[in-house]
Nanobody
Framework: QVQLVESGGGLVQPGGSLRLSCAASGSTFSFYVMGWYRQAPGKKRELVAT???????DYAESAKGRFTISIDNAKNTVYLQMISLKPEDTAVYYC???????WGQGTQVTVSA
C-alpha cells in the first residue's frame, strides 16, 4: 500500500527558510502529478505548488518567487523549499499525488517571531 509521509515542518522566524519533504513508500508507486497544499486555521485548503512526472511546475501566486518544488524520482520524494517565510505562511502543509488521489498526514509550519 502506497503512503505519503511528510517531514520538515517546524517553527521558523519570519524571513527564515524550511524544506519540506514528502516520501512515497511502496514499490508500485507512480504518479502524474505531485504537489503541496496547505490549510491555515479557519481557512480552506489551498494549492501551493505542483510538479508533474515530466517536470512541469506550477505555483500559487503567494508562493511564486519564494517556494520551489522539486522531485527526486529515484527516491519517490518531492520537496518544497521555502524561503522568505511570512507569518501568513503558517499552516498545515499536505503532500498529495495523482492518480489515484493520495494525501499525506500533514506537517505543521509555523512562522512566528
Amino acid at each position: 500500500q502506497v503512503q505519503l509521509v511528510e517531514s520538515g515542518g517546524g517553527l521558523v522566524q519570519p524571513g527564515g527558510s524550511l524544506r519540506l519533504s514528502c516520501a512515497a513508500s511502496g514499490s508500485t508507486f507512480s504518479f502524474y502529478v505531485m504537489g503541496w497544499y496547505r490549510q491555515a486555521p479557519g481557512k480552506k485548503r489551498e494549492l501551493v505548488a505542483t510538479i508533474t512526472s515530466g517536470g512541469s511546475r506550477d505555483y500559487a501566486e503567494s508562493a511564486k518567487g519564494r517556494f520551489t518544488i522539486s522531485i527526486d524520482n529515484a527516491k519517490n520524494t518531492v520537496y518544497l523549499q521555502m524561503i522568505s517565510l511570512k507569518p501568513e505562511d503558517t499552516a498545515v502543509y499536505y503532500c498529495y499525488s495523482l492518480p489515484p488521489e493520495r494525501w499525506g498526514q500533514g506537517t505543521q509550519v509555523t512562522v512566528s517571531a
